[in-house]
């Protein structure tokens, strides 16, 4: 089976960063496409980033010039570097990724989400 776990999540001031990781465990060969989502308290969940395996990369427009998603492809791992946080930013963030499990075989999983809290 294949497993992706969150990290990095964390409480943080205003102005300040925090990287996130999912890391991808099991029998697999890559990852493939990644994108983070988050959800606020009382909010619907947002689509936050994404990256492509050719490497093209989109955000909603509130976290431009902000955030900044990436993948170690060695490591089985991508990221969400998160700069100049804003409270409004403070949500569950969830990775959620098609992992490549052989070849002609590619599955979708869900990290178990990680609390990212940043205060005023």
């Known amino acids: 089976q294949v497993q992706l776990v969150e990290s990095g999540g964390g409480l943080v001031q205003a102005g300040g960063s925090l990287r996130l990781s999912c890391a991808a465990s099991?029998?697999?060969?890559?990852?493939?496409?990644m994108a983070w989502y988050r959800q606020a308290p009382g909010k619907e969940r947002e689509l936050v980033a994404t990256?492509?395996?050719?490497?093209?990369?989109n955000y909603v427009d509130s976290v431009k010039g902000r955030f900044t998603i990436s993948t170690d492809n060695a490591k089985n791992t991508a990221y969400l570097q998160m700069n100049s946080l804003k409270s409004e930013d403070t949500a569950v963030y969830y990775c959620?990724?098609?992992?490549?499990?052989?070849?002609?075989?590619?599955?979708?999983?869900w990290g178990q989400g990680t609390q990212v809290t940043v205060s005023s």
């Open positions: 959620n990724a098609r992992v490549n499990i052989r070849v002609g075989y590619d599955a979708l999983y």
């Open positions: 099991g029998r697999l060969n890559s990852i493939r496409t």
């Open positions: 990256i492509t395996p050719g490497g093209s990369t």
